[in-house]
């Protein structure tokens, strides 16, 4: 258990000291004038207050990931558990924060927008249509998981059909509406089933004060598969909401056109990180210690088909209760419900950035928005697995060229860069790594994986270190 406290207690701590640290190094500036009063559409600059864009936030970039994620990286062992606070603190927060904070200093732009201006023009035609794809993607994902749960809590009559059908229209107008017709106003019930949910599994942990595994036991590879599963890269890759997630970038521009002070930045882009944080750790405890053993958890997921699912049913059920664990099954619907809407929000700001239009007129938000969803529909015939498959790995790709964008403004400002240079270059080598060695990937020996990844990362850092000592010579950076 102490183990567990302590991670807890290191997230909260994370967010006092190292946010405050990330937060001087990037320079607020109180004073200066937001997108928000400078673009205001009545549309996607909208002003709101601080506590309902943290709780938007919140449940944009809180998926299925912090708790199916945490679930299955739990499989792995108390390595899960480090990797959730270290990279939460080190990595997610301080790459949410920054991109967000970026979004703020280019008129809330949207992230391919501003990867694109500090790596170059052709980065940033690749990097539009991968983050075009990733939030379709995200998309079709996030209907057909919350359609499968809630189809097991309603009568049968509500099919998975049915709720797919319910998902997608109330998809459709969050895409449309201005943020605060429904966004804005529903988020917060939402909000309150996620902290629910979450606040209830944490307690029932020190209630019941279950085997959490304990860090003292070393963080040997628990897998059962251990050779074909190590826990570098796929630990990795398993566990990213929790700790840090390129689609979190996505979207922090929807929070950043409707902030209105700067100072606001680290409350709403750290501090939702952090929280998500708590939330994967939480449930990585949970599905660690209810089975009595990662043993126990192996045996229950290989039972149900290695499906995320039946644990949370099992465990809320169990510890809260018939109607405490339906209110916390709710709380698990709003998180992929409230990540898949602001996805396909983001794919229509992100086009329309694209192609230079306005969102103002209801036409042309249509004009983009039914392309989006005819391309949701058809991703919709794709087998879940594989495209949860790649998303994991499109996903913390793309956080790692937001963190080299990042870190390339502040080589541009003479800023302390290193605090997005390492972890760039470490997420450089586990999505390297990743595609080398997984079975949707190229599928390569341990060895050839490992020495292609790292060759790779090398690659990339000299190029980065070269261009930048080129840059800083010339007196600008490109």
């Given at each position: 258990?102490?183990?567990?406290?302590?991670?807890?207690?290191?997230?909260?701590?994370?967010?006092?000291?190292?946010?405050?640290?990330?937060?001087?190094?990037?320079?607020?500036?109180?004073?200066?004038?937001?997108?928000?009063?400078?673009?205001?559409?009545?549309?996607?600059?909208?002003?709101?207050?601080?506590?309902?864009?943290?709780?938007?936030?919140?449940?944009?970039?809180?998926?299925?990931?912090?708790?199916?994620?945490?679930?299955?990286?739990?499989?792995y062992g108390t390595a899960s558990f480090l990797w959730i606070v270290l990279g939460c603190i080190f990595g997610g927060a301080v790459h949410d924060y920054?991109?967000?904070?970026?979004?703020?200093?280019?008129?809330?732009?949207?992230?391919?927008?501003?990867?694109?201006?500090?790596?170059?023009?052709?980065?940033?035609?690749?990097?539009?249509?991968?983050?075009?794809?990733?939030?379709?993607?995200?998309?079709?994902?996030?209907?057909?998981?919350?359609?499968?749960?809630?189809?097991?809590?309603?009568?049968?009559?509500?099919?998975?059909?049915?709720?797919?059908?319910?998902?997608?229209?109330?998809?459709?107008?969050?895409?449309?509406?201005?943020?605060?017709?429904?966004?804005?106003?529903?988020?917060?019930?939402?909000?309150?089933?996620?902290?629910?949910?979450?606040?209830?599994?944490?307690?029932?942990?020190?209630?019941?004060?279950?085997?959490?595994?304990?860090?003292?036991?070393?963080?040997?590879?628990?897998?059962?598969?251990?050779?074909?599963?190590?826990?570098?890269?796929?630990?990795?890759?398993?566990?990213?909401?929790?700790?840090?997630?390129?689609?979190?970038?996505?979207?922090?521009?929807?929070?950043?056109?409707?902030?209105?002070?700067?100072?606001?930045?680290?409350?709403?882009?750290?501090?939702?990180?952090?929280?998500?944080?708590?939330?994967?750790?939480?449930?990585?405890?949970?599905?660690?210690?209810?089975?009595?053993?990662?043993?126990?958890?192996?045996?229950?997921?290989?039972?149900?088909?290695?499906?995320?699912?039946?644990?949370?049913?099992?465990?809320?059920?169990?510890?809260?209760?018939?109607?405490?664990?339906?209110?916390?099954?709710?709380?698990?619907?709003?998180?992929?419900?409230?990540?898949?809407?602001?996805?396909?929000?983001?794919?229509?700001?992100?086009?329309?950035?694209?192609?230079?239009?306005?969102?103002?007129?209801?036409?042309?938000?249509?004009?983009?928005?039914?392309?989006?969803?005819?391309?949701?529909?058809?991703?919709?015939?794709?087998?879940?697995?594989?495209?949860?498959?790649?998303?994991?790995?499109?996903?913390?790709?793309?956080?790692?060229?937001?963190?080299?964008?990042?870190?390339?403004?502040?080589?541009?400002?003479?800023?302390?860069?290193?605090?997005?240079?390492?972890?760039?270059?470490?997420?450089?080598?586990?999505?390297?790594?990743?595609?080398?060695?997984?079975?949707?990937?190229?599928?390569?020996?341990?060895?050839?994986?490992?020495?292609?990844?790292?060759?790779?990362?090398?690659?990339?850092?000299?190029?980065?270190?070269?261009?930048?000592?080129?840059?800083?010579?010339?007196?600008?950076c490109r």
């Amino acid at each position: 258990m102490y183990t567990f406290i302590i991670s807890a207690i290191l997230l909260v701590v994370g967010y006092v000291v190292y946010g405050a640290v990330v937060e001087r190094i990037f320079g607020v500036n109180p004073s200066r004038p937001m997108p928000v009063t400078t673009h205001y559409d009545g549309v996607d600059y909208v002003p709101l207050p601080w506590w309902k864009i943290f709780f938007i936030q919140l449940l944009n970039i809180a998926g299925l990931g912090p708790i199916f994620g945490a679930i299955m990286g739990a499989v792995y062992g108390t390595a899960s558990f480090l990797w959730i606070v270290l990279g939460c603190i080190f990595g997610g927060a301080v790459h949410d924060y920054c991109a967000g904070m970026l979004s703020i200093r280019h008129d809330g732009e949207s992230l391919p927008e501003t990867i694109g201006r500090y790596m170059g023009k052709p980065f940033k035609q690749g990097i539009r249509v991968f983050t075009v794809l990733l939030m379709l993607q995200v998309g079709a994902v996030f209907i057909a998981g919350p359609a499968e749960l809630l189809a097991g809590l309603t009568p049968d009559f509500m099919s998975v059909t049915f709720w797919v059908a319910v998902i997608f229209v109330y998809y459709l107008l969050a895409t449309l509406l201005p943020i605060d017709k429904l966004i804005g106003r529903i988020y917060p019930v939402f909000g309150a089933a996620l902290i629910f949910m979450a606040f209830g599994v944490f307690a029932s942990l020190i209630y019941y004060h279950p085997p959490i595994p304990e860090i003292t036991q070393g963080i040997a590879n628990m897998h059962p598969d251990a050779g074909r599963h190590p826990i570098f890269p796929l630990l990795f890759i398993s566990i990213a909401c929790g700790a840090i997630s390129g689609f979190h970038a996505t979207q922090s521009p929807l929070m950043a056109r409707c902030m209105k002070s700067e100072r606001l930045g680290r409350r709403i882009f750290f501090g939702s990180m952090v929280a998500e944080g708590l939330i994967a750790l939480t449930w990585a405890a949970a599905a660690a210690s209810f089975f009595g053993s990662f043993g126990g958890l192996q045996q229950f997921l290989a039972e149900h088909g290695n499906n995320a699912a039946p644990v949370v049913d099992v465990i809320v059920n169990t510890w809260m209760g018939r109607v405490g664990g339906m209110l916390a099954i709710l709380g698990v619907v709003a998180a992929p419900i409230t990540s898949g809407d602001t996805a396909l929000r983001s794919a229509r700001l992100i086009i329309a950035d694209i192609a230079g239009l306005e969102q103002r007129s209801v036409r042309r938000r249509i004009y983009i928005t039914a392309p989006i969803f005819g391309a949701v529909i058809l991703l919709l015939q794709v087998n879940f697995d594989v495209i949860w498959r790649y998303f994991a790995w499109s996903n913390q790709t793309l956080a790692a060229c937001t963190l080299w964008a990042v870190t390339v403004y502040f080589v541009q400002q003479k800023r302390f860069y290193w605090i997005t240079l390492i972890p760039a270059i470490f997420m450089t080598l586990v999505c390297s790594t990743y595609i080398l060695i997984a079975p949707e990937g190229f599928a390569l020996p341990d060895t050839a994986a490992y020495a292609g990844g790292a060759a790779f990362t090398a690659a990339i850092t000299l190029i980065f270190t070269f261009r930048m000592n080129k840059s800083t010579a010339q007196g600008q950076c490109r």
